[in-house]
């Protein structure tokens, strides 16, 4: 089962007082259905949806939805889910929101949604009726709502955008897209419509990447550090071989003699690790950025030689 049928059998599962479960099958509708000759027609691809649809339309009208199931021919031969609705249908898409006076309504009224908790349930039932979501352990993060026209998009959007969820639109062929990306915001939008036993799941894949992505960037910043060592002693040893070859080492500065010394023995020490050991061994302080001075004065050396 992928994580958007999990999320959405979750919420189906919910307890709703009956303000909220019109507002919740208003989305569904409005999203899910096609009306002709005074019959609601809903599709759905979910078996969980389907029950949900079923019980909401029973216990709010009084109506018993005729249901036939379809096989779908596709790669995975799914079912599809048709719900029929013959009787009190003028009723019901204006109590909705949906149809009034035969008129359809793009935008729902404001009564549907005038708490918090009706909104919420709105929402959820956008999640219900078209959303979908990445699962986190295989995917980027990425929860998209497909609606038909860029007016109820934006909407939708600014619904959604009520509890900071930035989300936004994009046309995608003949629709528009609404989507959020953000790891956090999606975490958000299932404490609004509260599937929180997906939200522990998610969280819990959340911090698990952020931690192995943090690793691995700390294991890169290593790599590179060590990386840049080698190069480094590479480059000191270099010229350290080319202060023999013109039989120098014996008329430089004693203190440079030191770190020529203490560089061969110790070739893959960095800098830092060269000045303790020679602070410990010498009897006095060689700090890392003295170390430094001595090998660029090494390396001045090297240069004029290199210019004769």
């Known amino acids: 089962m992928s994580f958007t049928s999990t999320v959405k059998e979750e919420v189906t599962r919910l307890e709703e007082n009956r303000l909220e479960s019109i507002a919740e099958l208003s989305c569904i509708i409005r999203n899910n259905a096609t009306i002709a000759n005074n019959i609601i027609t809903i599709t759905v691809e979910n078996n969980a949806v389907a029950r949900q649809i079923f019980k909401l339309i029973k216990n709010i009208y009084d109506v018993v939805p005729v249901i036939t ?4 021919y596709n790669f995975n031969n799914n079912l599809s889910y048709i719900l029929k609705i013959k009787s009190k249908a003028k009723i019901i898409l204006k109590d909705l929101s949906v149809e009034i006076e035969g008129k359809y309504q793009n935008i729902p009224k404001d009564y549907l949604i005038n708490d918090e908790e009706c909104l919420r349930a709105y929402l959820r039932g956008l999640f219900i009726a078209t959303g979908s979501i990445n699962d986190p352990k295989t995917s980027r993060y990425h929860l998209e709502f497909i609606v038909d026209n860029l007016e109820y998009a934006n909407y939708m959007m600014n619904l959604l955008n009520k509890f900071n969820l930035n989300s936004k639109v994009i046309k995608r062929e ?39 992505n943090m690793t691995n960037r700390l294991n890169n910043c290593e790599q590179a550090n060590m990386d840049k060592v080698f190069l480094t002693a590479t480059k000191q040893l270099k010229d350290i071989e080319l202060l023999k070859k013109y039989d120098l080492i014996d008329v430089i500065d004693p203190k440079l003699k030191e770190v020529v010394e203490y560089r061969e023995k110790y070739p893959e020490s960095s800098l830092q690790e060269l000045s303790e050991i020679m602070s410990e061994e010498l009897g006095y302080p060689i700090t890392k950025s003295g170390l430094n001075h001595r090998f660029r004065k090494l390396k001045e050396i090297v240069r004029r030689i290199e210019d004769k």
């Open 69 to 72: 199931v379809r096989k779908r």
């Open 174 to 212: 003949k629709n528009y897209m609404i989507y959020i990306k953000e790891a956090e915001k999606i975490s958000d939008f299932l404490r609004v419509i509260n599937a929180y036993h997906a939200v522990m799941y998610f969280e819990d894949i959340r911090i698990y990447r952020d931690h192995k």
